[in-house]
Nanobody, 124 residues
């Protein structure tokens, strides 16, 4: 069974940092494009960052560019989202997902398997 489990969310003050993890089981992440998404209350789910299956490029939404970093540990079959200089508008539930096509886009509809999400709250 393909499963993704996110962790690492929590409450942090503006300007703080968090590192989210997404652990895969039942399959190897190497063969898939992987995306990080978020959904704030009352808003649509949006792409935050993604990487193609080849790992050739990593893309970021303009709103997080320079603050968030996507990385992977193939040995642990886990990917990470390091989030620095957090802002109140980063508050959302964060999800990781995989795209079997391997392309790696910010399009929600391209992703086949999703984690359960982890809450990130940025507040003073």
């Amino acid at each position: 069974q393909l499963q993704l489990v996110e962790s690492g969310g929590g409450l942090v003050q503006p300007g703080g940092s968090l590192r989210l993890s997404c652990a895969a089981s039942g399959f190897t992440l190497d063969y898939y494009a992987i995306g990080w998404f978020r959904q704030a209350p009352g808003k649509e789910r949006e792409g935050v960052s993604c990487i193609s299956s080849s790992g050739g490029s990593t893309n970021y939404a303009d709103s997080v560019k320079g603050r968030f970093t996507f990385s992977r540990d193939n040995a642990k079959n886990t990917v990470y989202l390091q989030m620095n200089s957090l802002k109140t508008e980063d508050t959302a539930v964060y999800y990781c997902a995989i795209d079997a096509s391997g392309v790696g886009t910010m399009e929600v509809g391209m992703y086949d398997v999703w984690g359960q999400g982890t809450q990130v709250t940025v507040s003073s």
